[in-house]
């Protein structure tokens, strides 16, 4: 049985003073005032962009240097005094000259952090690039879970979508969903296919085997459904399932959508089961197409 720990105590934020970023910074102060939690923003300039500003300012580069960092240290200072106002919470600020990944992960080892937050950048085929070049690998190598927030403000969450496959990823999924947001409904959903349905359609399997077979994959989902619950102590009453046949990026984002759920939750290691039918992973796509907020755990 699944026993989460109720409270966040010390909640990272990544700001690159981006509008996308500030809700991040939003979020994280809503989920550190709601713990009692610590909160940390973290701006990290790229050594590269300075590099190439050393040979700009040639003779002044150290002098231009430090004003430049202590006017980011300024600026995300005032982002802090923002969010005490608004959330009752002090934030520790910190600007470091270090690659953004890097940096990061040194800083959550350095205050242990349970959460990093961050923003997604962009839309449509910019939002894939950014996702792929910052986010996307922070939560492969982040040993905490990672929230991609995109709506900021006072509420907390009160229904979270929690994608699972009966692996450990999944209860992960769910053990981080409910240490998150304790109070809010929790929507279990497995999509499945039947191995290889594609292939066995145009290799002349009738459909009636094809839906037999599909019968029998939804019935082994129902049932590893409620030993999943059982496992993780979950209250039948309290929590929702889902069990859909069908593409599984598409079903999750459909579903977050048309039950208007505030988080998806899910592990990045779910789709290995998959890995002969789709391409790509599914946690990388739903962090790119969501328009809600994705937690995904380590």
């Keep these: 049985m699944i026993h989460a720990d109720p409270v966040l105590r010390t909640v990272v934020a990544a700001t690159d003073l981006s509008e996308p970023a500030m809700v991040a910074c939003?979020?994280?102060?809503?989920?550190?005032?709601?713990?009692?939690?610590s909160l940390s923003l973290v701006h990290m300039v790229t050594l590269g962009l300075l590099?190439?500003?050393?040979l700009v300012a040639a003779d002044d580069a150290e002098q231009v240097e430090g004003l430049l960092l202590a006017a980011l240290a300024a600026d995300v200072q005032a982002v802090a005094d923002d969010l005490a106002a608004r959330y009752q919470v002090k934030a520790q600020v910190t600007v470091e000259r270090q690659p953004i990944v890097a940096g990061l992960l040194s800083h959550v080892a350095a205050t242990q952090a349970d959460l990093v937050v961050v923003g997604p950048q962009g839309a449509g085929r910019v939002r894939h690039a950014v996702l792929g070049s910052t986010a996307e690998r922070l939560v492969g190598r982040c040993p905490v879970p990672v929230l991609v927030a995109r709506q900021g403000g006072p509420a907390?969450?009160?229904q979270i979508l929690v994608p699972v496959d009966f692996s450990p990823a999944s209860r992960a999924a769910i053990e981080a969903a409910r240490r998150l947001a304790p109070q809010a409904q929790l929507i279990l959903m497995h999509a499945f296919l039947v191995p290889f349905e594609g292939k066995m359609k145009l290799a002349g399997v009738d459909d009636d085997h094809i839906h037999r077979y599909e019968l029998q994959a939804r019935q082994d989902a129902h049932a590893h459904m409620?030993?999943?619950?059982?496992?993780c102590g979950l209250d039948a009453d309290r929590v929702a399932t889902v069990v859909a046949h069908g593409e599984p990026t598409r079903l999750i984002l459909a579903h977050a959508d048309e039950l208007g759920v505030d988080l998806i939750a899910?592990?990045?290691?779910?789709?290995?089961v998959l890995e002969e039918l789709l391409v790509g992973s599914v946690t990388k796509h739903v962090l790119v197409e969501a328009e809600t907020d994705v937690l995904v755990t380590a």
């Design 26 to 37: 939003h979020r994280a102060a809503q989920l550190a005032h709601a713990h009692g939690a």
């Design 51 to 54: 590099d190439r500003l050393r």
């Design 156 to 158: 907390g969450y009160r």
């Design 226 to 231: 409620q030993a999943l619950m059982a496992e």
């Design 266 to 272: 899910m592990g990045k290691g779910q789709d290995t």
